[in-house]
């Protein structure tokens, strides 16, 4: 199974552009500070099939997503928004949209790719905004 490759405890050793990607999402420059200071630590787990788990946790907060490839589920983001959440593989890479669940609003993607040392890279993508995150992989 494709997804099996991102299995593992990865660490975010940089970010560039977070801030803008942050802004044009609508988060409150509160908010937004929060998380230019945060370097999150991520855990992926396969549950059983295609059910996984993805673990984000920082000093300040954490957040799980639970969720079955390709299946839309309801999740509540960091930020305080309601969307529905789909995860998929998309030839070998893992790539996440959010909806807003009341149907109004921005739609950002977020891709995951393993680079060739199995590190972890993920594109932040809305509205032409992109914000690059890099991860070590630590287990």
């Not at 490839?69 to 998929?88: A, C, M, P, W, Y």
Request: hydrophobic fraction near 30%.
């Amino acid at each position: 199974m494709a997804a099996n490759k991102f299995l593992g405890h990865y660490k975010m050793e940089s970010s560039d552009n977070l801030e803008e990607f942050m802004k044009t999402l609508g988060v409150n420059i509160v908010l937004r500070k929060i998380g230019m200071s945060s370097y999150p630590d991520l855990t992926v787990e396969q549950i059983e099939g295609d059910h996984y788990k993805i673990h984000e946790w920082t000093m300040v907060k954490s957040h799980i997503w639970d969720f079955t490839l390709g299946q839309e589920f309801k999740d509540k983001t960091v930020d305080g928004r309601n969307v529905l959440s789909t995860i998929r593989i998309e030839g070998d890479k893992l790539v996440h949209t959010e909806k807003p669940a009341n149907g109004d609003g921005k739609i950002p993607s977020y891709t995951w790719e393993l680079k060739d040392n199995n590190d972890l890279h993920i594109t932040y993508e809305l509205e032409g905004v992109i914000c690059n995150r890099e991860y070590k992989r630590l287990k």
